[in-house]
């Protein structure tokens, strides 16, 4: 009746958002397009001809300033003949905006181009991480500056092909100062402090910057004792440098180094106030911050949302709250700090209704605003609403928020839109090919999940253990014995990672489905001890329990339950284990240890959506309208048909039969 309650409660507020978001993204106007805009739907008419191109660049970057990009770009489309001058402000208002793909249209329409304008947008290209894009901006231009150059250096870096970066820094004609900290910078991000020290000191002029790049690089790569002596030796500081120390140490947790720094400061800036309150926030030091916050001789937004993020990942969400009511300004960082601080702590329902009052006003959702939102989905409806959202605010292109899209997608099922997703991305990171793979794998399309893996590989991204856990996984599902296990051997062999107890289990559980006990029990034997976990032995329980190897079952379910005395998994399987057998004083022996130790059984629970209506089913649930109809059509149309595609059955207490799936399932076409 708990549930029944809660789940009515959230269904009226979920019914009440859903009609919220249809009415907001119905209103909304479409995101900026790169074709023309209509000048009826433009609230600002202004009068051609303007005295000059000059006047006419001006106003152009005047009103994106201070109107506006789209207002600007409304203007722009109502010039007779945009010269080179106001095409390039154009351009370098929507790459300020962080909107490349419009700026990218924009380019590509340019009768031709000039040395600025394609210099900013091999920066813009560099900086989205699209560097084979910049090269070709780069090699099509007939004249370029230093500005061209090392915007392009700095986008290879920023990837970490460091190797092509210094092939191009040893090409350019002419170095600045900017081009040579851009490389040092390079090689320290890439962990090559050796080449970063030794460039630095060929450079010809090492100003404050450079030597705040090298403190910064050694502080990157965990060397803070030697930022420290690099620190003590500079010539010459400024606010940034002693910020840039300061933050280093808190981010090494030695916050009582920061904090003797920052007494040390002769000149503190809002930024050394809120890196120090932020920094002691994120160690622990939430108290502390919040007097040193009180201290601020000015109280920035950033100072703030800092502490309202200290308190939401303190588990302190009232008071996040009572800060974020009592601030005179907020921003778009604001919001999102308090709607994710809701959504990490698990208050969904508040998280939703500050969303919605956040539509109310005019502030405007960024990508990480719906990101948080996503979190809190419970049906394919309102992921799709978000979409919806995300559509019309020209969101898609945004990889964080796409990433987290495929996730929800796959979560509800829809594969179809997962994949779309996915294939509409341009900047792909690591996260992206991983939750594909993932998404393929949970469904038990082993098949593609490989094609995707493979994709990956091809386009030179090296997978990580997440990678490797979906992948393991995939095979799992899909019977692949042999390839999984060649998948991860070269975990170690080829890209040197350590598997952990998460890729045995992958193992444990891929070797067991095929009916391999004693080589999954041979893995186990050979793993790290310190990598023996209950997951690992569960997965080795539940193989001996469908290839009925009783005996070995048995010992593994006691193992697991001394190992992993908190988890019901393990008590469960091995007490049905027992009761199957007909051994009813050990099922019994172990529901009273299961009860002594208070370990409780988390009910399953699936969803689905009806006639955009969403229902949620607990095991063994009894309290759905239709629930005679509902078993009446489990028991006589979708178990036989599970049964014919090869699934297997296993005796479960429940008023239906339990299922597993089959050990192979092909993958479709």
């Given at each position: 009746m708990k549930h029944c309650n809660s789940f009515v409660r959230r269904s009226l507020l979920r019914s009440k958002f859903h009609l919220f978001l249809l009415r907001s993204v119905s209103s909304l106007p479409p995101s900026p397009s790169p074709s023309p805009s209509n000048p009826s739907s433009t609230p600002t008419t202004i009068s051609f001809p303007f005295p000059s191109d000059r006047s006419r660049n001006q106003l152009v970057s005047s009103i994106g300033l201070t109107r506006g990009v789209d207002e600007a770009r409304s203007l722009f489309d109502r010039m007779p003949r945009p010269d080179l001058a106001t095409y390039s402000s154009m351009i370098n208002l929507y790459l300020k905006d962080d909107r490349l793909p419009q700026a990218e249209a924009l380019f590509r329409r340019m009768p031709q181009w000039n040395v600025v304008v394609a210099s900013a947008m091999i920066d813009g290209y560099a900086k989205a991480g699209r560097v084979d894009e910049a090269q070709r901006v780069f090699d099509a231009m007939t004249e370029r500056n230093v500005v061209s150059w090392t915007s392009l250096l700095s986008g290879y870096c920023l990837i970490g092909r460091i190797d092509e970066a210094r092939q191009l820094f040893d090409r350019m004609p002419v170095r600045n100062v900017v081009s040579w900290t851009t490389m040092v910078l390079g090689y320290a991000r890439s962990g090559l402090m050796m080449d970063a020290r030794k460039l630095f000191e060929q450079m010809p002029e090492r100003n404050v910057v450079a030597w705040?790049?090298?403190?910064?690089?050694?502080?990157?790569?965990?060397?803070?004792?030697?930022?420290?002596?690099?620190?003590?030796?500079?010539?010459?500081?400024?606010?940034?440098?002693?910020?840039?120390?300061?933050?280093?140490?808190?981010?090494?947790e030695q916050v009582g180094e920061a904090i003797r720094l920052f007494q040390l400061m002769p000149h503190k800036n809002a930024v050394s106030w809120t890196t120090m309150v932020s920094g002691m926030a994120r160690n622990g030091w939430t108290e502390k911050a919040r007097e040193l916050f009180e201290q601020m001789p000015m109280k920035d937004t950033v100072a703030w949302n800092a502490m309202i993020t200290a308190y939401s990942d303190e588990g302190f969400v009232s008071k996040a709250r009572?800060?974020?009511?009592?601030?005179?300004?907020?921003?778009?960082?604001?919001?999102?700090?308090?709607?994710?601080?809701?959504?990490?702590?698990?208050?969904?329902d508040e998280a939703l209704r500050l969303f919605i009052s956040m539509l109310l006003l005019p502030v405007k959702p960024n990508e990480s605003t719906l990101t948080s939102i996503l979190s809190n989905c419970d049906s394919n409806i309102e992921v799709r609403e978000i979409h919806g959202l995300a559509d019309k605010l020209g969101f898609n292109s945004n990889t964080s928020f796409t990433n987290a899209l495929m996730k929800m997608y796959s979560r509800s099922g829809d594969l179809n839109s997962a994949w779309q997703?996915?294939?509409?991305?341009?900047?792909?990171?690591?996260?992206?090919?991983?939750?594909?793979?993932?998404?393929?794998?949970?469904?038990?399309?082993?098949?593609?999940?490989?094609?995707?893996?493979?994709?990956?590989?091809?386009?030179?991204?090296?997978?990580?253990?997440?990678?490797?856990?979906?992948?393991?996984?995939?095979?799992?599902?899909?019977?692949?014995?042999?390839?999984?296990?060649?998948?991860?051997?070269?975990?170690?062999?080829?890209?040197?990672?350590?598997?952990?107890?998460?890729?045995?289990?992958c193992l444990v559980d891929l070797l067991g489905r095929a009916g391999r006990i004693e080589e999954a029990k041979a893995t186990i034997a050979k793993m790290p001890a310190s990598e023996k976990d209950g997951a690992v032995l569960g997965a080795l329980l539940c193989a001996c329990r469908l290839h009925d190897q009783i005996a070995v079952a048995c010992n593994v379910g006691e193992e697991l339950i001394e190992l992993d005395p908190s988890g019901s998994g393990g008590y469960v399987?091995?007490?049905?284990?027992?009761?199957?057998?007909?051994?009813w004083n050990d099922s019994a022996r172990v529901r009273k240890m299961m009860k002594e130790r208070r370990v409780k059984k988390v009910p399953g629970v699936s969803q689905i959506e009806v006639n955009m209506r969403n229902h949620v089913f607990f095991a063994g649930d009894q309290a759905h309208p239709r629930v005679k109809e509902i078993y009446v059509m489990l028991e006589e149309v979708l178990l036989p048909q599970m049964k014919d595609m090869g699934y297997l059955q296993v005796t479960c207490h429940s008023p239906i039969s339990c299922f597993v799936e089959p050990l192979v399932i092909s993958d479709p076409t």
């Open positions: 705040t790049a090298m403190v910064k690089g050694h502080i990157e790569n965990g060397r803070i004792d030697d930022a420290r002596a690099l620190f003590d030796r500079m010539p010459d500081r400024n606010v940034y440098s002693w910020n840039v120390m300061i933050s280093g140490y808190l981010d090494c009572a800060l974020f009511d009592l601030m005179p300004k907020r921003n778009i960082v604001t919001w999102n700090a308090m709607i994710n601080g809701y959504a990490k702590n698990g208050c969904q997703a996915f294939d509409g991305l341009q900047a792909k990171d690591i996260i992206s090919w991983t939750s594909m793979i993932d998404a393929f794998s949970n469904h038990g399309c082993g098949g593609h999940a490989l094609q995707v893996f493979s994709q990956m590989l091809r386009h030179g991204i090296r997978p990580d253990c997440k990678t490797f856990l979906a992948v393991l996984s995939a095979c799992s599902h899909s019977g692949l014995v042999e390839k999984g296990k060649k998948i991860f051997n070269s975990m170690s062999i080829i890209y040197g990672l350590e598997p952990t107890a998460e890729h045995y289990s399987l091995l007490a049905n284990m027992y009761a199957s057998m007909g051994m």
